[in-house]
């Protein structure tokens, strides 16, 4: 096979497996459908508590070889039955997807992902810019695109917006807003080194760092990415506030 018929292949494939994931997070919302929002319901195409794939290639997630040919049942927005494929007759109260051709595979788990991207000021040609850097909230756009690859739940891994990020969470929790389950992890531990990023908080000891991860573990931010510059007193202080708490750290 040619060399780039080879990658499109890929590609197609991963696009599939990408829709299957997303196909099955639209099928658990719908199954608790009457609280979504109208940003939410367009995207809902199953209405039914049971659903069944037919004829599914399976990628389980655990390393073992792909199974082909399997009818999937899902109800309550959990798998109940993994059955060999075949052709079902229609039933009330369940959707039948016929799906030949098709992959399926668990929803991936971001450990390390943000909510916001970095543009670069005046950026050369051999990659030079002015500082300082920018970070830009993508609250509307990155949701949808964590989705549209087949995370159905991320850990942000360091945030420049908590209070956006808090409120994203909970607006997807919801049903108002689509997006994967987030664990949100607060603004970032930076000491006061030479960082030039003016939108990170310095602290300036030990009782800033214990303070930092009291106020945001206090709305609702789960877990602390500490960064270059802390300090090991500072770091100390924030793994214990994090720790009394029951939390953790990234």
């Known amino acids: 096979m040619p060399k780039s018929s080879s990658r499109t292949t890929v590609l197609v494939r991963l696009l599939i497996l990408c829709i299957l994931s997303l196909l099955c997070l639209r099928i658990a919302c719908a199954q608790r459908s009457d609280g979504l929002s109208p940003q939410i319901r367009k995207y809902v195409s199953v209405g039914t508590s049971k659903v069944i794939l037919e004829h599914v290639e399976l990628i389980d997630g655990t390393g073992a070889a792909a199974v082909a040919d399997r009818n999937i049942t899902i109800e309550g ?17 369940t959707t039948i997807l016929h799906l030949r051709g098709y992959s399926v595979m668990p929803g991936i788990v971001g450990m390390h992902e943000h909510l916001f991207y970095t543009p670069f000021p005046n950026i050369a040609a051999d990659g030079s810019f002015e500082r300082p850097a920018l970070m830009h909230e993508m609250s509307y756009s990155a949701p949808r695109l964590y989705l549209a690859n087949g995370v159905t739940t991320a850990r942000t891994a360091g945030s420049v917006d908590g209070f956006t990020d808090v409120r994203l969470k909970e607006a ?3 049903g108002l807003l689509p997006g994967p389950h987030l664990d949100v992890t607060g603004p970032y531990l930076e ?47 924030a793994i214990e506030e994090a720790h009394r708490r029951g939390l953790g750290q990234c």
Do not use: C, M
């Not at 602290?203 to 990415?225: C, N, Q």
């Open 77 to 93: 927005g959990k798998i109940t039955a993994i059955a060999p494929g075949a052709d079902l007759p229609p039933a009330d109260g």
């Open 191 to 237: 000491g006061a080194g030479n960082n030039p990023n003016l939108q990170l908080h310095k602290l300036t000891g030990p009782e800033d760092a214990r303070e930092t991860v009291a106020y945001w573990a206090d709305r609702g931010v789960t877990s602390f990415k500490a960064y270059a510059h802390i300090t090991r007193d500072e770091l100390k202080a």
């Open 172 to 174: 997807i929790e919801k």
